[in-house]
């Protein structure tokens, strides 16, 4: 007992005062030599906020030596009528949250000091079009722009989804006598043949190139800038920390991630803390919400019936198997295999055009999978988990999720989002491997709910913020979930954080 006294104090005097906190050496005395369950409690809150508080210091820190590194080169001043100009290029209204977020980043962008921002959009919610617009906005200001992606199969689609709306706008301009060039892309992933990849690299580096999309290849030494202002990171928790500082320290740019994954803003805030928070919580008109059903084994005909009528209409069908392989261990033996599945369905039906996707294919055998089901090659896809991010196919509007009850909330959601991307009405059917699973509150949360805000949430609740979106590389803090089940403290931690580090700069 009289060791703790000597316990040195780890929160600042005013901290402890302004939150009428014990001193830490109470705190422990009060956890290992409790007089009343209060006290207990007491200590409890203080331990929290004190893991939180340690955590906003370390990010905010972070987040100053980034934005210290100031430059006026990287000051991009707002053009408020060329943003007029790319929405009115566009086919669609884009949403006012969009509007404003783009708005937020633009605003960081017309300061010397680099610009850290996350923007986490719900699936759907059109962060790619967020991205193409201050993209444009750079590009039309003389700046580079580097938008790393986690896939070789969704840096294509970019290439073409972003390339398509980015020309739209220079037609526009070009309509209404504005001097602005064509923008000049480029894709730089392991499929590019190595002749072809240099002479990009050359270009790049001699600013002939303005936007340049690609996976890893983006962080190789080979690869330099010649006026490098922007950096996108798109699902930026599927890449490690070091992968993202490799791209981030060529010339200190402007750095924008952005993440389809829901976050709750407490995790948000402290697993992300080094940046600002934007977020896209409505979608797109154009978006008809998904229709999503837990399904016993006993209803499996059924559901079976009712997807050949809809192939028999003209729609696609996405398959998602938890494995590549059949298991040989015990307790796996009943859960659904890629391949298994694969020769069910051709079995079951026969009269439709079936193909497969996972994760020991190379990145061509992959593309050339997705392209086909993209052009209706193919009725059904089954696949593993490697389907899970940012694959827009339209003509997809069901998905069938296999031994459902594998996946947590967040990765169901994301699956689900691979589907819904019209105005087609849209299915999620969510089996699971025996009937006792069916009756799951989780996987009834995802009838009931359709924003992956909401589904996060419960998900954060049931399983822990580590489980949320993989633990390790993401740098997913080890914090308890008491303390992140607890808004409040988490923002009373990060304001007393800024105080902290804004006087002792």
């Known amino acids: 007992k009289d060791v703790i006294d000597t316990i040195p104090e780890t929160l600042p005097k005013d901290v402890i005062t302004e939150e009428g906190f014990l001193s830490r050496s109470e705190s422990i005395r009060a956890l290992h030599f409790p007089e009343n369950a209060e006290e207990v409690e007491e200590a409890q809150n203080r331990f929290a906020y004190e893991a939180l508080y340690a955590m906003q210091i370390e990010a905010l820190e972070r987040k100053k030596e980034w934005q210290g590194n100031t430059q006026d080169r990287l000051k991009i001043p707002m053009d408020a009528q060329l943003i007029r100009d790319f929405f009115s290029s566009l086919k669609f209204t884009p949403t006012d949250g ?11 962008m017309e300061k010397s000091k680099p610009m850290s921002r996350l923007l986490e959009g719900d699936v759907g919610s059109g962060k790619t079009l967020v991205a193409t617009a201050v993209i444009a906005h750079t590009i039309t200001h003389g700046g580079q722009t580097a938008l790393m992606v986690p896939t070789e199969v969704l840096a294509k689609q970019h290439v073409e989804s972003i390339g398509k709306v980015l020309v739209g706008f220079y037609n526009y301009c070009q309509k209404k006598g504005l001097d602005i060039q064509c923008p000049r892309i480029a894709l730089l992933s392991g499929s590019v043949p190595k002749g072809q990849a240099r002479e990009i690299k050359e270009s790049i580096q001699a600013g002939n190139i303005d936007l340049v999309i690609g996976t890893h290849s983006l962080i190789e030494d080979s690869v330099q800038f010649n006026d490098l202002k922007l950096v996108i990171v798109d699902e930026q928790h599927r890449f490690g920390v070091v992968q993202r500082n490799r791209l981030t320290s060529k010339g200190s740019p402007h750095f924008l991630s952005m993440t389809a994954t829901p976050i709750p803003r407490t995790l948000a805030l402290t697993a992300y803390g080094h940046h600002d928070l934007s977020v896209l919580t409505e979608k797109p008109g154009n978006r008809s919400p998904i229709d999503t059903k837990v399904i016993s084994p006993a209803d499996r005909k059924t559901v079976e019936l009712f997807i050949d ?21 015990e307790d796996m033996t009943e859960i659904k295999s890629v391949e298994a599945e694969f020769k069910r369905l051709q079995e079951g039906f026969s009269h439709r055009r079936i193909t497969s996707l996972h994760g020991k294919m190379t990145p061509q055998e992959k593309e050339n999978v997705m392209q086909d089901f993209k052009k209706n090659k193919y009725d059904i896809l089954v696949s593993t988990s490697v389907i899970e991010v940012g694959i827009d196919i339209p003509n997809s509007t069901i998905i069938v999720i296999e031994g459902s009850e594998r996946f947590g909330l967040s990765q169901l959601h994301q699956f689900r989002g691979r589907v819904g991307r019209s105005d087609i009405k849209s299915y999620c059917f969510l089996f699971t491997t025996n009937p006792e ?20 949430e419960i998900d954060l609740k049931l ?43």
């Open 98 to 108: 969009q509007k404003i977020t783009i708005y937020e980043i633009l605003q960081d």
């Open 309 to 329: 009528n809809q192939i028999g209409e003209g729609r696609q069908v996405f398959v998602i198997c938890p494995l590549i392989s059949e298991s040989t261990k």
């Open 437 to 456: 699973q069916s009756r799951s509150p989780r996987l009834k949360a995802m009838e009931k709910h359709n924003s992956g805000f909401q589904l996060a």
């Open 463 to 505: 399983r822990g913020p580590g489980e949320l979106f993989g633990r390790r590389q993401s740098g997913i803090p080890e914090v308890s979930t008491l303390s992140l089940m607890n808004p409040e403290l988490v923002v009373r931690a990060r304001k007393a954080a800024e105080r902290f580090i804004g006087t002792s700069s």
